[in-house]
């Protein structure tokens, strides 16, 4: 069995041997250090090479953004998930921007835990299904974006996308995009082959299959 290798950052002792007791319980998932995010964590990071990392946000002297930033920089392939108490809009933006693959709040059950580790490990997004209010339909929206990063397709392909699910002609949809009949007859084909799919009427279902549209 092939372990899924875990870094916890938290300045709270407590809540890092909780994490560690935790995840124990997982067979697939190991625990190989942990941090409080001190000058030492990108030698220890180093070191440890771990595929998660479990990142809070607010840390004694340094912020957790901050460092999701920097080992964006210095550990592209290593995967960050903020486990933290705040369930505000703005650090979630913060941290979706700062690449992080996942956003769990600490009051989440050790089974939610255990499965956004699995998914981000398998290179999925995950988001904590217990924030709500305001924060949940800015979530709705990060989902749809996480989505459609993954799907290969740019911004105008997907307007055009959105398009022949609603039924536009090939001259409604030049005229709508400024293009000319013959480049969104190109750039149709150029979305069956990323979805692949063989006409409008698969790609449309798998778009939606996806949850693009």
Known sequence: MTQIRVMLVDDHPVVRRGLQSLLSQHPDICTVGESDGGADLIQAVNNLQPDIILLDIRLI????LDLARQLGRSHPDIHIIILTSYD?????????QAGVRGYLLKSASAEILADTIRAVYAGEHRLS???GGAVMEQLKKVNRAWVKSG????????????LIADGA???DIAQKLYLSERSV???????L???????RAQAVAEAFKRGLL
């Open 129 to 131: 299904p217990s924030l």
């Open 193 to 199: 082959e990323k979805l692949g799919a063989t006409n």
């Open 169 to 171: 002609r090939v001259q």
């Open 88 to 96: 505000d809009e703005t650090y979630l933006l913060q941290a979706i």
């Open 185 to 191: 007859k190109r750039k149709t084909q150029d979305i």
């Open 61 to 64: 002297d340094r912020s957790g």
């Open 151 to 162: 799907s290969g397709l740019s911004e105008q392909e997907f307007r055009l996308l959105k």
